[in-house]
């Protein structure tokens, strides 16, 4: 079937698919497949049985090909295995807290820059309406086709029913901005006009710091939103139980801060470079630099647990694999007396 063609479902008369193996079997293949030898002690296949009956094989065997196997045909436990997946389930857990804060400041610096630059026809509320504030035609016809959809699948919503019983189905945005998704969000950010979404980069940031606006803006303003992009990618990750370590992240990739990027090319990276955990969290640090000084303890205090996961774990868990280099926690670090001058 060539990519281009609808996908059907169909009969496999050729019966070439890979047989069901019971959990015994499946035992066996973590055990030996790929090369790559995985041991059982006879309480480790007790504990196999269980785990295998919530936990997809595939799961597993591809955390397994990112134990840190060399060509000393080292070996390692069903434990080093359970080991890795805890830690990628430590990065999950502790991540996701951060790209939801980041999910409401995204919400509040859109609906409020939008609706304070907004002097058009319409009411600031319903500026979303105006055709005039997209970038192109289409863009406005593909977000009011959205936002209906929206509007529709949360109709239960006690803030969407009463503005269509009480307020003739009128909805201003900020009350729409809440029942959008991160996704949806974005989406209708990325169709604004280049000059309200340069006013969401100064009214929502920069107006924070002048000097900052003086001597970073134009950087700022022209990586902030690949910034939330990354956070957003990272938001469905963890969302959905998708794995981090290891994982070349290709969708949401964020431009690296000039700062930023002069402390990585001591340990030879790149602008490019951009595709693994560590890029990504780098701009997450940056997007909290703006927010309150008690979420920026609270990402120091992840920092903080993070390494010592890290060093607890250092027989299963490399670096390399997530992208960190050797002053990895110095990089991502919020100083706390600094404030936005970090930025400068």
């Not at 196997?69 to 390692?76: H, Q, R």
């Amino acid at each position: 079937m060539m990519m281009t063609d609808p996908f059907k479902f169909s009969n496999n008369p050729s019966k070439s698919m890979k047989p069901f193996l019971n959990l015994n079997r499946l035992i066996h293949r973590l055990e030996c497949s790929d090369g790559l030898k995985l041991t059982f002690t006879d309480k480790e296949k007790e504990e196999a049985l269980t785990i295998l009956k919530t936990t997809n094989y595939y799961t597993l065997s591809i955390y397994k090909k990112q134990l840190p196997y060399d060509n000393t045909k080292n070996i390692f436990t069903f434990s080093n295995l359970i080991q890795l997946v805890e830690f990628d389930t430590f990065l999950r857990q502790a991540i996701s807290p951060f790209t939801q804060r980041i999910e409401e400041i995204m919400k509040t610096t859109v609906v409020t820059s939008t609706c304070v630059n907004y002097n058009g026809r319409f009411s600031k509320g319903e500026c979303y309406l105006d055709q005039k504030i997209y970038a192109t035609p289409e863009n406005y016809e593909e977000i009011i086709v959205s936002l209906e959809q929206t509007v529709e699948e949360n109709k239960t919503s006690l803030t969407i029913k009463h503005h269509i019983e009480k307020k003739n189905g009128h909805i201003p945005l900020w009350v729409l901005a809440e029942e959008m998704t991160f996704g949806q969000l974005s989406f209708f950010f990325s169709s604004l006009n280049d000059d309200i979404r340069k006013n969401w980069a100064y009214y929502g940031f920069l107006s924070r710091n002048q000097q900052l606006k003086k001597v970073k803006g134009e950087e700022i303003n022209a990586r902030l939103a690949s910034w939330f992009s990354a956070a957003w990618f990272l938001r469905n990750l963890c969302a959905h139980n998708q794995r981090l370590y290891g994982k070349l992240l290709i969708t949401g990739n964020p431009q690296i801060y000039s700062s930023d990027m002069r402390k990585m090319k001591r340990y030879g990276k790149k602008k490019n470079d951009n595709r693994d955990l560590f890029a990504y969290l780098i701009s997450i640090k940056n997007i909290l630099i703006f927010d309150t000084l008690s979420t920026q303890t609270r990402w120091n205090t992840f920092l903080n647990k993070l390494e010592n996961e890290i060093e607890q774990n250092s027989n299963v868990v490399k670096l390399f694999k997530i992208g960190f280099v050797p002053d990895w926690k110095n990089l991502l670090e919020i100083d706390l007396d600094k404030g936005l001058n970090q930025l400068l």
